[in-house]
């Protein structure tokens, strides 16, 4: 018992090796976990993992034995680091920066003294000229009149002021040029600038180990200066046109990925990585309670009417069948995270290699194929422009977090959009961009007048559009034009049908719905009449 005692007071060294296994990526972190083995010896340890990240939150550390071994322990674990001063401690991509940065510092300093020196000598030659002109006529008045010896000295006057402008000016172009590269090469050393050029840091941790054998260890802690967003692509593949085009379908190819940007200090190798949508930095606290104070007052005669603007925007179109069951309709509810809803946990389908170099890098999560049915819709109002749209389901196991998308045709990159939270089973729509072979014009006008019998105010819009089709191709452009809403009985607004292209009406939301047909070079011509009726005692109607 005295041998074993005597020998568990040597702590024993050793560098753990422990590769970065699985980073699990939040809105504004990341958890990084380090799994290493090795073998180990009877007695008192001290192991070392070199190059994690500076960054990392020391009371987030923490490590743990992955398997059951009896009586072992960690007594301790904690971070160190060290400043690096010394330039051979740098990266020798960055002291080369730094040295072609300080080179052309100093060429740029000598450059502006030699142009100081020159802007000083030009100075003092043109106040020599000046003051040499000023003197002529008073030479000239006494009679010592000389113009050939006046020609050399204000030729040669002149010609080196010539002479100095033009390396002034040259001087002023090299410098231009030095600072451009020094900028340049400014902006790639921020680039390179990484936690771990300016710290180096490493985990220490103390190990009781009962018995010789092979132990497993992980390691966890959090890091800042990690942060992943939704980004998705979305690819229109072979149209299957028919002689209908109300009917025409095409398949869609659907990509979410995840883009990743982290400068960390340490690079994540061949890693595993998992997409939370927890938001910690949310926190849990309540919102501060403030005071409101009501006021009894007297109710106007005139009542004061304002035009407000307000968008019909949801998330998806609504679930419908889905490829798995085509005749029965699958309804999914799921909440979103930012309401407090269900987190996430999403896992690419392949390892990962992020740098710690603050770039983007898109990792893919999932993706699906889906018929999409595709329209062309016309909204004047908002522009003049034919927009492609295509109406599609979500046929993933898993919801479309909102994020940008990215559009990609035959031709290629085409443009880019974004999404809301899409359920699986839900349908949403994308835009792709305007048709050039249409062309749209749109012009309004009003006319107010005054019932004499009732006093009532009416203002009466006409809305006129006309449409060209200058392509080899039919189109069927689904149009849509906005009429107001009245929450009032004082206010009334109706469609005047004898005067609107197909005596169309509003729905609920005040949307009147054209499907206009143009043949090849055709031109069309649509009109929108309605008028809004207000009592007299309703002001701000316009």
């Not at 049915?373 to 898993?398: G, H, R, W």
Request: contains cysteine; aromatic residues 8%.
């Amino acid at each position: 018992m005295q041998t074993i005692q005597s020998e568990n007071r040597i702590v024993q060294e050793l560098t753990f090796d422990a590769p970065v296994c699985v980073v699990t990526l939040l809105e504004d972190r990341a958890q990084v976990r380090r799994i290493g083995k090795t073998q180990l010896n009877q007695g008192l340890w001290r192991i070392k993992i070199l190059q994690v990240a500076p960054v990392l939150s020391d009371k987030s550390l923490r490590a743990e034995f992955l398997q059951n071994y009896p009586d072992a322990r960690i007594d301790d674990v904690r971070v160190r680091r060290q400043m690096l001063v010394k330039q051979e401690d740098k990266p020798d991509e960055f002291k080369a920066l730094e040295g072609e940065i300080r080179s052309l510092t100093k060429t740029f300093n000598n450059i502006t003294e030699d142009r100081q020196q020159l802007e000083s000598c030009f100075h003092k030659i043109n106040t020599i000229l000046t003051k040499g002109l000023e003197e002529l006529p008073i030479d000239a008045v006494w009679g010592q009149i000389d113009p050939k010896t006046w020609r050399e000295q204000l030729s040669t006057l002149f010609k080196q002021l010539r002479d100095l402008r033009a390396e002034i000016w040259n001087n002023y172009h090299t410098q231009e040029d030095l600072q451009q590269k020094i900028n340049h090469l400014m902006t790639k050393a921020e680039a390179l600038s990484r936690p771990d050029t300016i710290y180096t840091a490493w985990i220490e941790a103390d190990l009781m180990i009962p018995q010789t054998g092979e132990y497993e260890i992980a390691f966890d802690y959090v890091v800042p200066n990690a942060i992943w967003r939704p980004w998705h692509q979305a690819r229109l593949l072979l149209e299957e046109r028919t002689e209908d085009p109300t009917t025409n379908r095409t398949k869609l190819s659907f990509r979410m990925d995840g883009c990743v940007w982290q400068c960390t200090g340490e690079d994540w190798q061949n890693v595993d990585l998992v997409f939370s949508t927890a938001r910690a930095s949310l926190g849990t606290e309540p919102p501060l309670l403030t005071d409101e104070q009501l006021n009894v007052m007297e109710k106007s005669k005139q009542i004061n009417i304002q035009l407000r603007e307000q968008k019909i925007q949801t998330t998806g179109l609504g679930t419908g069948a889905t490829p798995a069951s085509a005749e029965a309709p699958v309804t999914v509810t799921l909440p979103g995270v930012d309401d407090g809803g269900e987190v996430r946990n999403l896992r690419p389908t392949r390892k990962a290699t992020i740098p710690s170099d603050g770039r983007p890098y898109r990792v893919p999560i999932f993706s699906f194929e889906s018929e999409a049915d595709i329209e062309y819709i016309l909204m004047p109002e908002v522009s003049c422009q034919v927009v492609l749209k295509s109406e599609q389901t979500n046929t993933a196991k898993f919801p479309i977090l909102a994020g940008p998308v990215d559009l990609v045709r035959t031709s290629g990159f085409v443009g880019r959009t974004s999404v809301l939270f899409i359920a699986p089973g839900e349908r949403f729509a994308l835009g792709w961009g305007s048709d050039g072979a249409m062309r749209v014009q749109r012009t309004a006008a009003q006319k107010k007048e005054q019932d004499h019998l009732t006093k009532w105010n009416i203002v009466t819009k006409t809305v006129r559009l006309y449409l060209s089709n200058i392509g080899a191709e039919p189109r069927i452009i689904k149009t849509t034009e906005r009429l107001p809403v009245s929450e009032l009985e004082q206010v009334k607004i109706e469609v005047i049908a004898d005067k609107t292209t197909e005596r169309v009406q509003p729905d609920e939301n005040g949307f009147c719905t054209w499907n206009f047909s143009l043949r090849p070079y055709s031109q069309l011509e649509a009109s929108l009449v309605y008028k809004i009726s207000a009592a007299p005692e309703v002001t701000g109607i316009s």
